[in-house]
């Protein structure tokens, strides 16, 4: 957290930060400084988990236009909710611009700036973010975003498990299983199931339900991938 603060303090600094104070950094009493902290800490979070270097603090602020970082080809932002149970946002002026979104937040309850222990909570495909996000305010009136919840993201382990030909793309995960020698899709929606009835696929909520018994049981394992029969 050392390394976070000093990061932070630097990002802080004036002479790295790119953008006016527009009312956004000291919402809910909270300071510049401590904005940069949390960010800085969903940046390091996502980075460590995924495997990936960090960029540097000395990028100014509000210049990257939403992209922190690349894996497997796929551009990532990285965002940090102070809540634990907070969701996935961005200001409404902006847009989501990366393909890939990750989630910080504290273990439990609200952040506090002597908290040094935090939960990588969920990751969302931009497809899945325009679908399901909405309007918020938070209680301030001029102060919109665009947020998604929790429990319409996907579990991390799907992004940090899958296998190195996985290739990400829109409302599908397409993944090749180098063990079972097989290639299956995981959609996000079971609407789209028609569109991979020639596949082998799995539904989003599926695949949590697997990962939940997986927990249970942690010894098991997929021993066999067909494709299903879809009736009219």
């Not at 990532?76 to 961005?90: L, V």
């Not at 506090?112 to 990751?123: E, G, M, S, T």
């Not at 695949?207 to 249970?216: D, G, Q, T």
């Amino acid at each position: 957290m050392q390394m976070i603060e000093t990061e932070a303090h630097q990002r802080n600094s004036a002479i790295h930060t790119s953008y006016n104070d527009d009312g956004w950094e000291t919402l809910g009493g909270e300071t510049r400084l401590h904005r940069n902290i949390q960010g800085r800490i969903g940046e390091h979070a996502g980075a460590r988990i995924l495997g990936i270097a960090v960029q540097p603090a000395t990028l100014p602020a509000g210049t990257d236009d939403g992209i922190d970082a690349v894996y497997r080809g796929k551009t990532i932002e990285y965002k940090f909710n102070p809540y634990s149970f907070g969701d996935f946002y961005i200001k409404k002026i902006k847009q989501f611009n990366a393909d890939i979104g990750i989630l910080t937040t504290p273990i439990d309850g609200k952040w506090y700036r002597a908290l040094r222990v935090f939960a990588i909570r969920k990751w969302v495909t931009r497809d899945i973010f325009e679908r399901y996000s909405v309007e918020k305010s938070f209680g301030y009136a001029d102060k919109k975003v665009i947020a998604i919840s929790q429990d319409k993201m996907l579990d991390i382990e799907l992004l940090v498990n899958c296998d190195s030909k996985t290739q990400m793309d829109g409302y599908a995960v397409k993944v090749y299983s180098q063990r079972l020698k097989k290639i299956f899709y995981i959609i996000s929606d079971d609407e789209y199931r028609e569109d991979f009835k020639d596949d082998i696929f799995f539904t989003m909520q599926e695949i949590r339900h697997f990962l939940e018994i997986k927990k249970v049981f942690p010894d098991m394992r997929v021993v066999e991938l067909k494709r299903r029969i879809i009736h009219d």
